[in-house]
């Protein structure tokens, strides 16, 4: 099993910038893809940002540009660094993650399904 606790959700002013960060414990590996999810009220989950062992890395359009993702393997913790921000990205931020085990590498998705394990959420709330 693989516990996602995420932390540094706030409310912040338009433009201004927040750091998500999302910490793994349990059952994890080298090999992985790693992802940050939203949903706003009313509306489907979405995928922001994601990254894969190799280094490969995805975001959806309209965050490219502002929106940063990466990984500690040290301290097996996900960042997603958030700049410029506008009131639409207002909503509930998680984590997700998938671990492999079978000597093979995955390449990066925004697919939730593409996830095992999830993160309890961290509420964004940018203001005009």
């Known amino acids: 099993q693989v516990q996602l606790v995420e932390s540094g959700g706030g409310s912040v002013q338009s433009g201004g910038s927040l750091r998500l960060s999302c910490k793994a414990s349990g059952y994890t590996s080298g090999s992985y893809r790693l992802g940050w999810f939203r949903q706003a009220p009313g509306q489907e989950r979405e995928g922001v940002a994601a990254m894969d062992s190799r280094g490969g890395k995805g975001y959806a359009y309209s965050v490219q540009g502002r929106f940063t993702i990466s990984h500690d393997d040290d301290k097996n913790t996900l960042y997603l660094q958030m700049n410029s921000l506008k009131p639409e990205d207002t909503a509930m931020y998680y984590c997700?993650?998938?671990?492999?085990?079978?000597?093979?590498?995955?390449?990066?998705?925004?697919?939730?399904?593409?996830?095992?394990?999830w993160g309890q959420g961290t509420q964004v709330t940018v203001s005009s």
């Open positions: 997700a993650a998938k671990y492999y085990f079978d000597g093979y590498s995955y390449t990066q998705s925004l697919q939730s399904n593409a996830y095992a394990y």
